[in-house]
């Protein structure tokens, strides 16, 4: 456990390293892994396809946006499965909670072993659901740097906004909160009435998105709004299976 985390965190950091040159434009000749093997691809990757469509920067953001989507695809349908789950396995981990009720270290050691053996026999982790989002920070961060430090994409326009300008009119903040809230409801889907972490998160998020996207770049805001679309369309496409799946695993848990 303690190695994932110590992984995630030198991810992170990796990821975060380039954060300090926001104002420096990115180009060919930008040094470090951060800005060499992800913003400027991505900034790239954006012009070439904004070339192929009229010089339409907010058409070839959208398609960016659908292809990371469909790569994180598998993440997503991983996420939601475990996120059941755990909703499904809800009352077994609450008959272990009372078998070992005290708080000393030895009965919540104990009590951590024992739920660790239930997530395990029913092939459940607990921590994958964090997954997506994990991923999905550091393509966010890499996006930013991507709009602001490539001139061509930050001065340019997409419908009624500057794409390197926060929304004037809060409208593409407001869908990223809605859709935010959609998609994790979607992906929740009663789970959160067992869990009040859970159920906190659920409104959390999208208040923070709504937060974020009043001050960040427009195409920030367009990027986390198609993507929530995209995977709330994804999530209709697997419910089936999955909720099957869940059915199966509260079969076995009665």
């Given at each position: ?105 030895h009965s919540q050691q104990q009590l951590q072993e024992k739920m660790m053996e239930l997530f395990s026999h029913y092939n459940v982790n607990p921590l994958s659901g964090c997954l997506p989002i994990l991923i999905q920070m ?69 208040v923070m998105i709504v937060i974020f996207a009043l001050n960040f770049p427009a195409a920030l805001s367009l990027y986390w709004s198609i993507g929530n679309i995209f995977m709330i369309a994804q999530s209709f496409f697997v ?16």
């Amino acid at each position: 456990m303690r190695s994932r985390v110590l992984a995630l965190c030198l991810v992170a950091l990796f990821f975060l390293s380039g954060c300090t040159e926001v104002q420096e434009p990115i180009t060919r000749e930008s040094e470090g892994l951060w800005n060499e093997y992800v913003v400027y691809p991505i900034s790239q990757t954006i012009i070439y396809l904004a070339q192929l469509f009229g010089n339409n920067f907010g058409i070839a953001i959208i398609i960016v946006t659908v292809m990371i989507r469909v790569l994180i695809f598998p993440l997503m349908v991983k996420q939601i499965r475990n996120t059941k789950a755990m909703g499904a396995l809800q009352p077994e981990i609450e008959k272990l909670k009372e078998q070992y009720p005290d708080k000393d270290a030895h009965s919540q050691q104990q009590l951590q072993e024992k739920m660790m053996e239930l997530f395990s026999h029913y092939n459940v982790n607990p921590l994958s659901g964090c997954l997506p989002i994990l991923i999905q920070m550091p393509i966010l961060i890499a996006f930013f740097h991507a709009i602001t430090r490539t001139k061509e994409i930050s001065e340019n326009n997409f419908l009624w906004m500057n794409l390197g300008s926060p929304d004037p009119y809060y409208f593409l903040p407001i869908i990223a909160g809605i859709t935010t809230y959609m998609g994790q409801k979607l992906i929740m889907a009663g789970a959160e009435n067992d869990n009040p972490q859970m159920a906190m998160m659920l409104w959390v998020m999208p208040v923070m998105i709504v937060i974020f996207a009043l001050n960040f770049p427009a195409a920030l805001s367009l990027y986390w709004s198609i993507g929530n679309i995209f995977m709330i369309a994804q999530s209709f496409f697997v419910k089936d299976h999955i909720e099957k799946r869940t059915a199966t695993l509260l079969k076995t848990t009665e």
